[in-house]
Nanobody
Framework: LRSAAGVWGGLVQAGGSLRLACVAS????????MGWYRQAPGKQRELVAD???????DYADSVKGRFTISRDYATNMVYLQMNSLKPEDTAVYYC????????????????WGKGTQVTVSS
């Protein structure tokens, strides 16, 4: 998985916006789930949002109404639009994809991006 922050980079003031993007590539048969997790210093990694092949979504309560996850099924990309950012959103954000490969469609494999630092200043 390859991920990157939007044109604003990974540093933004409180109240600002940032867009994360991630792409999955390879011999992919299907991707049942793509999503974003985050891990703040001293805390466990937590789900931010995910989106399934049927386009249903889940969000952490802390980001509902502020973050929007979307997916381009043709290009295997997933996006996270983050608005009204707060200092408590500061964390490393990880892209996640649950993949079925063409060579092994019976099983799924979980992949993680390397992480993108998002820092929200007050």
């Amino acid at each position: 998985l390859r991920s990157a922050a939007g044109v604003w980079g990974g540093l933004v003031q409180a109240g600002g916006s940032l867009r994360l993007a991630c792409v999955a590539s390879g011999s992919i048969f299907s991707i049942p789930t793509m999503g974003w997790y985050r891990q703040a210093p001293g805390k466990q990694r937590e789900l931010v949002a995910d989106i399934r092949s049927g386009a249903s979504t889940d969000y952490a309560d802390s980001v509902k109404g502020r973050f929007t996850i979307s997916r381009d099924y043709a290009t295997n990309m997933v996006y996270l639009q983050m608005n009204s950012l707060k200092p408590e959103d500061t964390a490393v954000y990880y892209c996640h994809a649950r993949v079925r490969h063409i060579s092994n469609i019976q099983n799924v494999i979980d992949y993680w991006g390397k992480g993108t630092q998002v820092t929200v200043s007050s």
